[in-house]
């Protein structure tokens, strides 16, 4: 089945995955029950061009890459990647992301962080290697992508693009 054919077979929960402004953790955990994060990787890069654009920060800037996996149970539910300027965030939400594996949005929600998030694009594409070894498909099965921005006092606070395997939220459509 083609890629096209498959984004106009998306269940509602594929929709609402998609779609969401609200916290994808209280999605998740509505579907699944508790929803662990578990953090791959978490390090301080220097903006280039195209960072530095999508974050509207200088180029050479700090920004914070944080890659996690959301699990609920032994399942991979979501794998996430967040771009962060350093310079927008303050110690304490800091110190949360650096040394916690714990998400954004609760993160934000225990803070009191005033926000709201920005859909820029979302679509359906193949797993390929590395997302079918996370969420242990086939590399030619479809995934979710989402990309939005979590913006504050204008500006944009991060960045984050989002992975959800589509057999995984095979809800039936009504």
């Known amino acids: 089945m083609k890629f096209e054919e498959i ?6 929960v594929h929709r609402i995955l998609l779609t969401t402004d609200g916290s994808v953790t209280s999605v998740l955990e509505a579907l699944f029950g508790q929803v ?3 953090t791959e990787l978490q390090k301080v890069i220097k903006a280039g061009e195209r960072v530095a654009s999508l974050l ?5 800037n700090n920004v914070n890459m944080r890659v996690v996996i959301l699990r609920a149970g032994e399942i991979n539910t979501t794998y996430a ?6 310079e927008r965030i303050e110690p304490e939400f800091r110190g949360y992301i650096l040394k916690e594996d714990i998400s954004i949005g609760r993160i934000m929600k225990r803070l009191k962080i005033e926000s709201r998030r ?3 694009n979302y ?9 079918s070894r996370i ?14 921005n979590i913006i504050r006092e204008k500006k944009i606070m991060m960045n984050i693009t989002e992975f959800f ?10």
């Not at 984004?7 to 509602?12: I, Y």
């Not at 990647?81 to 350093?86: C, E, I, R």
């Not at 679509?123 to 997302?131: I, T």
């Not at 395997?165 to 009504?174: D, G, R, T």
């Open 36 to 38: 662990e994060v578990k």
């Open 56 to 60: 509207e920060i200088h180029k050479g």
């Open 7 to 12: 984004e106009k077979k998306l269940s509602p």
């Open 165 to 174: 395997p589509c057999s995984l939220y095979k809800f039936n459509k009504k």
């Open 123 to 131: 679509s359906v594409v193949k797993a390929g290697k590395k997302l």
């Open 81 to 86: 990647v967040s771009l962060t300027p350093v």
């Open 118 to 120: 920005e859909l820029r």
């Open 135 to 148: 969420f242990r498909i086939s590399p030619d099965e479809a995934v979710l992508r989402r990309n939005y």
